[in-house]
Protein backbone atom coordinates (compact mmCIF):
# COMPACT_ATOMS: atom_id res chain seq x y z
CA UNK A 1 0.00 0.00 0.00
CA UNK A 2 1.16 3.41 -1.32
CA UNK A 3 1.99 6.27 1.20
CA UNK A 4 2.76 9.63 1.03
CA UNK A 5 4.32 11.67 4.30
CA UNK A 6 4.82 14.97 4.03
CA UNK A 7 6.69 17.59 6.54
CA UNK A 8 8.48 20.73 6.66
CA UNK A 9 6.07 23.33 6.76
CA UNK A 10 5.17 26.19 9.32
CA UNK A 11 4.88 29.98 9.94
CA UNK A 12 7.95 31.91 7.86
CA UNK A 13 8.50 35.48 7.05
CA UNK A 14 7.84 37.22 3.26
CA UNK A 15 11.02 36.33 1.88
CA UNK A 16 12.33 33.17 3.60
CA UNK A 17 12.63 30.07 2.82
CA UNK A 18 11.39 26.57 3.47
CA UNK A 19 11.94 23.10 2.34
CA UNK A 20 8.82 20.27 2.61
CA UNK A 21 9.76 16.42 2.35
CA UNK A 22 7.51 13.79 1.20
CA UNK A 23 8.87 10.26 2.55
CA UNK A 24 7.39 7.60 0.02
CA UNK A 25 6.61 3.88 0.91
CA UNK A 26 4.68 1.11 0.03
CA UNK A 27 6.53 0.14 -3.32
CA UNK A 28 8.90 1.09 -5.70
CA UNK A 29 8.67 4.09 -7.27
CA UNK A 30 11.28 3.54 -10.27
CA UNK A 31 8.50 4.90 -13.00
CA UNK A 32 6.63 7.09 -10.74
CA UNK A 33 5.95 10.97 -10.86
CA UNK A 34 5.45 12.35 -7.77
CA UNK A 35 3.72 15.87 -7.33
CA UNK A 36 3.67 18.68 -5.17
CA UNK A 37 -0.16 20.51 -4.67
CA UNK A 38 -1.31 23.24 -3.12
CA UNK A 39 -4.42 24.47 -1.55
CA UNK A 40 -5.36 27.65 -0.27
CA UNK A 41 -8.96 28.30 1.96
CA UNK A 42 -11.77 28.58 -0.53
CA UNK A 43 -9.20 27.75 -3.42
CA UNK A 44 -9.08 24.72 -5.79
CA UNK A 45 -6.28 22.83 -5.51
CA UNK A 46 -3.44 23.73 -7.79
CA UNK A 47 -0.42 22.10 -9.23
CA UNK A 48 3.13 23.53 -8.03
CA UNK A 49 6.11 21.00 -9.44
CA UNK A 50 6.43 17.57 -10.34
CA UNK A 51 9.15 15.45 -10.50
CA UNK A 52 9.75 11.96 -12.52
CA UNK A 53 11.49 9.76 -10.34
CA UNK A 54 13.82 7.49 -12.37
CA UNK A 55 14.54 10.50 -14.91
CA UNK A 56 14.46 13.61 -12.53
CA UNK A 57 12.59 15.48 -15.38
CA UNK A 58 10.88 18.86 -13.74
CA UNK A 59 7.89 20.15 -14.11
CA UNK A 60 6.94 23.91 -12.53
CA UNK A 61 3.78 25.87 -12.20
CA UNK A 62 4.64 29.81 -13.90
CA UNK A 63 3.84 30.92 -9.80
CA UNK A 64 6.38 29.27 -8.52
CA UNK A 65 9.53 29.27 -11.61
CA UNK A 66 12.73 30.63 -10.14
CA UNK A 67 11.73 30.85 -6.93
CA UNK A 68 10.67 26.38 -5.60
CA UNK A 69 13.08 23.56 -6.35
CA UNK A 70 11.85 20.46 -6.50
CA UNK A 71 14.20 17.32 -6.33
CA UNK A 72 14.37 13.82 -4.84
CA UNK A 73 16.57 11.07 -2.75
CA UNK A 74 16.09 8.11 -4.27
CA UNK A 75 17.88 6.29 -1.36
CA UNK A 76 15.64 7.84 0.97
CA UNK A 77 12.82 7.47 -1.17
CA UNK A 78 12.08 11.28 -0.14
CA UNK A 79 10.81 14.11 -2.20
CA UNK A 80 11.84 17.79 -1.42
CA UNK A 81 10.11 21.04 -2.08
CA UNK A 82 12.80 23.76 -1.21
CA UNK A 83 10.86 27.35 -1.35
CA UNK A 84 12.43 30.14 -1.51
CA UNK A 85 11.47 34.01 -1.69
CA UNK A 86 8.32 32.97 0.06
CA UNK A 87 5.19 35.38 -0.87
CA UNK A 88 2.33 35.15 1.45
CA UNK A 89 -0.14 33.85 -1.07
CA UNK A 90 2.30 30.71 -1.08
CA UNK A 91 0.16 30.26 2.53
CA UNK A 92 -1.55 27.01 1.53
CA UNK A 93 -1.97 23.66 2.66
CA UNK A 94 0.93 21.28 0.45
CA UNK A 95 0.13 18.06 -0.65
CA UNK A 96 2.37 15.36 -2.58
CA UNK A 97 0.93 12.60 -4.96
CA UNK A 98 1.88 10.26 -6.93
CA UNK A 99 1.02 8.21 -10.03
CA UNK A 100 2.34 6.13 -12.34
CA UNK A 101 4.38 7.10 -15.28
CA UNK A 102 4.26 10.50 -16.57
CA UNK A 103 3.88 13.62 -14.67
CA UNK A 104 0.11 15.30 -14.98
CA UNK A 105 -0.80 18.64 -13.71
CA UNK A 106 -4.11 17.91 -12.98
CA UNK A 107 -5.14 16.46 -9.27
CA UNK A 108 -7.30 13.69 -10.54
CA UNK A 109 -4.37 12.54 -12.47
CA UNK A 110 -3.04 11.35 -9.34
CA UNK A 111 -3.84 7.98 -7.61
CA UNK A 112 -1.84 8.45 -4.18
CA UNK A 113 -1.90 11.62 -1.87
CA UNK A 114 -0.35 12.39 1.36
CA UNK A 115 -2.29 14.22 4.28
CA UNK A 116 -0.84 17.50 3.56
CA UNK A 117 1.21 19.90 5.47
CA UNK A 118 0.59 23.63 6.07
CA UNK A 119 2.60 26.47 5.08
CA UNK A 120 1.69 30.07 6.10
CA UNK A 121 3.23 32.98 4.91
CA UNK A 122 3.32 36.23 6.78
CA UNK A 123 3.52 40.13 5.10
Known amino acids: QVQLVESGGGLVQAGGSLRLSCAAS????????VAWFRQAPVKEREFVAA????????SYADSVKGRFTISRDNAKSTVYLQMSSLKPEDTAIYYC????????????????WGQGTQVTVSS
Open 97 to 112: ATRPLAIATTTISYNY
Open 26 to 33: GRTFNNYA
Open 51 to 58: IKWNSGYT
